[in-house]
């Protein structure tokens, strides 16, 4: 039941949403207002369309939101973009609450974060946004999405034509590489694998020996390693991370031997590869990322390659050798474990329109012909 008494010469109502938390509401000149106020207010209460929460600032709701779903379930260069993002969030809205937001606030926010930043980002920031929203309107806080309907702008990222090699250049690479690794130069056995499985290096170095199935010729990702502060295994990047991914047999074999050569002179060492990593070198460490970039800088400087590309840059190639050849876009997204087709068809869609063009050409010349 609603509470209904007077401030000074004006009315107000409380009413309890539960033992804790009411809500209250003055300034109304005659008892009958406050009561039909609190009476829509009890109405919202009993269709479980009222929140502690539904006064909440955006920053607050925002932040909140991070700490429930996405802290602690991510890796730390993720979450540590979330953060990024709340910050922009209270910077902008503080103080301003999450109801009252509107689209065209919202896109002027937008708008001036683009100014000083490449559009990749500013849609991902919209990406974080719209992902809570959505939270939002699900618990009642929220009857409209304000990021619906706006426009992403800012500049350009870097031509990703400059993000991967040719394939002449891919070819020399895997030659080298497969030429001159070893247990002593396991940098050169990761370039491989990153080569020919597009992994991201999380994964690469997450790898452990039962995820390799000889067998089959396949290879599963199913975590992640921290190879910059060295903490441990962790979850892959997104659920859709976790995959098992077929391999060539010059990967197969470069692998069992790897396997061999661990085992001879960890045995003669009298270390026990407890963790069970496939990609650690005669000194029992991971290699860090600037050991294997240096390394790759290295052998396409010997090759003479148009772009110096570090490891992340292995995953473009990959992919855009598959695409040369055709390959389903449905295919290399999940070999790459992108979240969904429309990720992946953003990333390389420079490669693909490429690919359309062509495609376009062989159908007109086969109508031509028939």
């Keep these: 039941m609603a509470q209904i008494f007077k401030r000074g010469s004006v009315w107000a109502y409380r009413v309890w949403i539960d033992s804790k938390h009411s809500k209250s509401k003055g300034g109304f000149k005659r008892k009958l207002d406050a009561q039909r106020a609190a009476t829509e207010l009890e109405d919202k209460k009993n269709k479980n369309l009222l929140s502690v929460n539904e006064g909440i600032s955006f920053p607050d709701y925002f932040q909140d939101w991070i700490n429930t779903y996405k802290i602690g379930r991510l890796d730390r260069t993720t979450e540590s973009k979330y953060s990024s993002a709340s910050r922009v969030i209270n910077d902008y809205f503080s103080g301003v609450a999450l109801k009252d937001v509107t ?43 304000f990021t619906f309907g706006v426009i992403i702008d800012g500049a350009e990222s870097k031509d990703e034509s400059l993000k991967f090699l040719e394939l002449n250049e891919a070819e020399q690479l895997k030659r080298i590489c497969l030429g001159t690794w070893s247990i002593l130069s396991v940098t050169r056995a990761e370039i491989l694998f990153g080569l020919l499985t597009g992994c991201r290096y999380g994964e690469v170095t997450g790898l452990t020996w039962d995820c390799v199935d000889f067998k089959n010729n396949t290879a599963t990702i199913n975590k992640s390693y921290d190879y910059v502060s060295r903490s441990g295994f962790k979850p892959t990047k997104t659920e859709s991370s976790n995959r098992t991914i077929s391999i060539t047999k010059a990967t197969a074999t470069m692998l069992k031997k790897l396997q061999f050569q661990q085992r001879k002179l960890y045995l003669k060492q009298g270390f026990d590869n407890s963790c069970n990593q496939v990609f650690i070198n005669n000194r029992h460490q991971v290699p860090s990322s600037n050991a294997v970039n240096k390394t790759l800088a290295s052998i396409l400087k010997e090759i003479d390659a148009n772009n110096i590309i570090t490891f992340h840059g292995l995953r473009h190639t990959h992919a855009s050798m598959l695409i040369a050849q055709g390959i389903s876009i449905d295919y290399i997204s999940e070999r790459l474990g992108h979240s969904n087709v429309t990720m992946t068809y953003r990333v390389y869609a420079h490669l693909l329109k490429e690919t359309r063009e062509k495609e376009d050409e062989s159908a007109i010349q086969f109508l031509s012909n028939l």
């Design 103 to 145: 689209t065209a606030q919202y896109q002027k926010m937008l708008d001036d974060y683009a100014k000083h930043h490449a559009k990749d980002t500013t849609r991902r920031l919209n990406s974080y946004v719209k992902k809570s929203v959505k939270y939002a309107i699900n618990d009642g806080l929220l009857f409209r999405d």
